[in-house]
């Protein structure tokens, strides 16, 4: 059992085995941060000295490994680089990283404790945050899973004792509990996550934690008249679902509705991708995944705001049974779509979640969805794009995720890409696609704009790049599922309370 505490404790005299400290870039050199100075003097005034002849530069997410000054009788020496701090101050996004570099450089200890800077209660929950990120492993389907993970950490500070303190380190496990069961859903081969298995889940973990779950299967959907998940869904045995969270608090602040795309599995259905192209489509439910794990987040730290989360469930597949291009389906609230393109299937789920969700009437609605190839394209792996209807609704959501360490990128919605939408269908009210190789990702916003009840706000973040990696681990990031957004998320929540 992996726990994690805070402690005034000397970084010297640390009961552990190994001991994470942060070295920062000066010049043609390196120096040591405030609260380094008993390490310092344990290695005789030093240590800056030796970490140089080892080659530590400073550089962000170096790591430089020294043995304890009292060899097999102190703890060993992790020194993870922090890049350069110009102003003299350290971003809590560069302690976030360090703090998970050290813990994955430190997979063979069973207790670590991190010496990094922590000035303020910001500071320790992003060390806390960035420690519990970075421990995480994804070992349910390996037979010789390894157990040489860091269980016990520390967090070092003078501020432990502080109610703030402990506030903030509530709050970094609670979130980090939200981001490793969004990366473990991500994770999970679709053989074992279909859309009824991870109805399920989300029904029991919304138990577990007081949230209410509502479910509507296959029949309630048909009933219901939501027609862009049963059309996504009809092609697999395995049918649809729409699951509705809900947390309401006493005397709420304000009202956030949270949409999440979940497609389980994406073949692209009859307009089927590549191979290559399938083979981390497992990852295409992580928008789902964010809302739902972040909304139970939201309920166990108690925030004054309430949330309302529709995950909207299918496997998109090829099938005697499927959606053909040039089917037109109608969605929920009447409006009509020519299916062009049965890959651009993820805007067809969240239009009927965005529709139900309008109904609520909240203040603000997010979709977060893996939804376009196109995004990647402009921006990266790293970076989500920021679709809104309104400038401050996005600059709201954007300044959250810089808070929480997520990086995202304002993107428009030209007002000529719903009509490109409008006009490319000679049957329907809209296609689900315009046409043109170009602008793919200002189109998908375009059209899920266009189910938005007029007068709410809503933000669009298009998650595909950083919600899956499949590249090596860095920082508190693993290889596979990320959890991406759930941070940003909270923080929304938390800095609206």
């Known amino acids: 059992m992996s726990t994690i505490t805070l402690s005034k404790s000397d970084a010297a005299g640390v009961k552990t085995d190994a001991v994470v400290i942060g070295v920062v870039k000066l010049g043609g050199g390196v120096t040591l941060p405030a609260g380094t100075e008993s390490l310092n003097a344990a290695y005789g005034g030093k240590l800056v000295e030796v970490l140089s002849d080892l080659g530590a530069t400073g550089k962000s997410g170096e790591v430089t490994k020294v043995p304890g000054p009292k060899p097999g009788k102190s703890a060993s020496l992790i020194a993870v680089g922090l890049g350069a701090a110009p102003d003299g101050e350290l971003k809590t996004e560069d302690l976030r990283a360090a703090a998970g570099t050290g813990v994955r450089a430190a997979k063979t200890a069973h207790s670590v404790a991190l010496a990094l800077p922590t000035p303020d209660v910001e500071c320790i929950r992003a060390v806390a ?14 037979s010789d899973s390894p157990s040489d993970v860091p269980g016990n950490l520390i967090v070092l500070t003078d ?43 989300a029904l029991k973990l919304g138990k577990e934690y007081g949230v209410k779950v509502e479910v509507l299967d296959e029949k309630a959907l048909a009933k219901g008249g939501y027609g862009g998940i049963l059309g996504v869904g009809q092609g697999s045995t395995n049918p649809p679902r729409l699951v509705r969270l809900s947390y309401t608090p006493k005397k709420p602040v304000t009202h956030l509705a949270f949409v999440g795309k979940g497609i389980t599995f994406d073949s692209g259905g009859l307009s089927l991708k590549t191979s290559t192209g399938m083979v981390s489509m497992k990852s295409d439910m992580a928008g789902a995944a964010a809302v739902l794990g972040a909304t139970v987040a939201i309920a166990r730290l108690g925030l004054p705001v309430q949330v309302t989360a529709y995950a909207a469930m299918a496997e998109n597949m090829p099938s005697g049974s499927a959606a ?10 009447g409006k009509t779509v020519e299916v062009l393109n049965t890959d651009a299937e993820g805007r067809l789920v969240l239009g009927d979640a965005l529709v ?21 394209v ?42 490109k939408l409008k006009s490319h269908s ?33 933000v669009h973040l298009d998650v595909a790049g950083p919600a899956f990696n499949d590249g090596g681990p860095s920082g508190y990031t693993p290889t596979g599922g990320t959890g991406y957004a759930v941070r940003t998320l909270v923080e929304l929540a938390a800095s609206a309370s």
């Open 129 to 142: 945050e960035g420690a519990l990120l970075g421990r995480y492993s994804f070992t349910a389907y390996k």
């Open 159 to 201: 501020l432990a004792r502080t109610k703030e303190a402990k506030a903030a380190l509530e709050r970094a496990e609670v979130t980090a509990d939200a981001v490793h069961q969004v990366r473990d859903w991500v994770n999970t081969p679709p053989s074992d996550l279909h859309p009824v298995e991870f109805a399920a889940q």
């Open 324 to 333: 053909r291009p040039s089917d037109v389906l109608t969605m929920y609230g």
């Open 356 to 376: 139900r969700a309008s109904e609520d009437e909240p203040d603000l609605i997010i979709d977060v969805a893996t939804l376009t190839g196109a995004c990647v």
């Open 378 to 419: 402009a921006l990266g792996t790293k970076v989500a794009g920021a679709f809104a209807n309104t400038d401050t609704a996005r600059d709201r959501v954007v300044d959250a995720a810089l808070t929480a360490g997520e990086a995202m990128w304002p993107l428009p919605i030209p007002a000529e890409m719903l009509d």
């Open 426 to 458: 000679k049957v329907a009210d809209l296609a689900n696609i315009t046409g043109e190789p170009w602008g793919g990702a200002l189109a998908a916003a375009a059209f899920l704009g266009d189910f938005v009840a007029e007068g709410i706000d809503w």
